[in-house]
């Protein structure tokens, strides 16, 4: 059921660019999108990650164990939760260097890979689905919408039937039949919509009623709260906990870089946030540089950064990578102030590179989706051009499951 409005601590929004300050909307009346006002910064010295003081992280708990650093959910009875977070930090090569013969040193990632992709629903957009279903319930929401080229719509579809909400995903005509079966068989309504991905975000935002609040008690009927992962702040909310499970997971000490697949940038955007929120909190000394791969053919951010030519090598769009084919991100600012905080890049990973990148994956034993590649593919590219050490201490998430087909 819906939870009741009234119980714990619901945290307003606050507009990063006309400094208004509201209780709930999917974005300002300026336009812009909103943030949580008070993000928490806790202090104290960081828990225990060997799991043995009082203070430990308890893996148990998954991404909620880290419930000190996130916005929503101060009441635990409001948590939609399925146990989802803790993902594996694994070596990359584990394999190769068990046998030095059988692998050159150039064949190799010399990364650790997080393995997003097994988290309930098959993909990293869980951690925003369990903050953006808690924000929800804690708002009293009894219907929610979504628009996702898949993986979105399917965790926030799941994630409303664990919280006894109703949903309804828009999605692109084309969408691949095994996410759409996600979303139908956890309840929710997918309505298909032909044309561009913009098209099914315009269709989306039409559905939400008037002034942006819409799917509480007392509502008209066809309104409703606008669960978006480019918009909701609490998405994000759950995407920062990449951040704090890579760090909690290495001791506390970040690494020198992360590459991620980007699109909209939850999750480039989220391990931004959480890695400036734990050096805040004085968790960890520094944040890592953090490089975005985007889909060659529709890569805004690396045209805006290396122009045209850098933007679309092959002269054709990378249609592997469908899960970040978005030539307006929400939050293109942010994101490109976020590369150039951290001394950060983006890359246009071809559709050759990543379908390479895809078979060596399959073949080490990581079994992703395609759109996964990307990230592997852009940390060789930016090994070749020395932008990246060979040696350096990088991260990459693999954000999606093979299984999704």
Known sequence: MAGDPGRGSIRSLACPECGATVRDRWRCECGAPLEFADPPVPEGSA????????????????????????????????????????????????????????????????????????????????????????????????????????????AIATYAARAGIDAAVYVPADVKDSKLRAIRRAGAEPIRIEGSRADVTEACVAALG??????????????????????????????????YEIAAQRGWEAPDAVVTPLGHGTLFL????????????????????????????????????????????????????????????VRRREILDAVADTDGDAVAVTQSAAERELDRLHAAGFYTEPTCAVAPAALCELRERGVLAPDGDVVVPLTGSGLKG
Do not use: C
């Open 270 to 329: 989220g391990a931004y946030r959480g890695f400036r929120r734990l050096e805040r909190a004085g968790w960890i000394d520094e944040v890592p540089r953090l490089f975005g791969a985007q889909a060659a053919g529709i890569a805004p951010i690396v045209r805006e950064l290396h122009g045209a030519d850098a933007a679309d090598p092959e002269g054709r769009v990378n249609a592997a990578a469908d899960g970040i084919q978005i030539a307006e991100p």
């Open 47 to 154: 828990p225990d990650s060997e799991g043995g003081g009082g203070d430990a992280v308890d893996a148990r708990d998954g991404l909620w164990a880290f419930e000190s650093l996130i916005a929503v959910g101060d009441d635990p009875a409001d948590r939609v939760t399925l146990g989802e977070g803790m993902t594996p930090l694994v070596d990359a090569d584990a394999a190769a260097k068990g046998d030095e013969s059988d692998s050159s040193d150039a064949d190799r990632w010399n990364a650790a890979f997080k393995l997003e992709y097994v988290f309930p629903t098959g993909s990293f957009k869980d951690r925003g689905a369990t903050t953006t279903l808690t924000r929800a319930r804690e708002l009293g929401v009894e219907r929610v919408v979504e628009d996702s080229s898949g993986n979105a719509g399917a």
């Open 210 to 243: 008037e002034g942006g609040e819409g799917g509480r008690k007392g509502d008209s009927a066809d309104s409703a709260w606008y669960a978006s992962h480019a918009w909701n702040p609490a998405f994000f909310e759950g995407t920062a906990t990449v951040a």
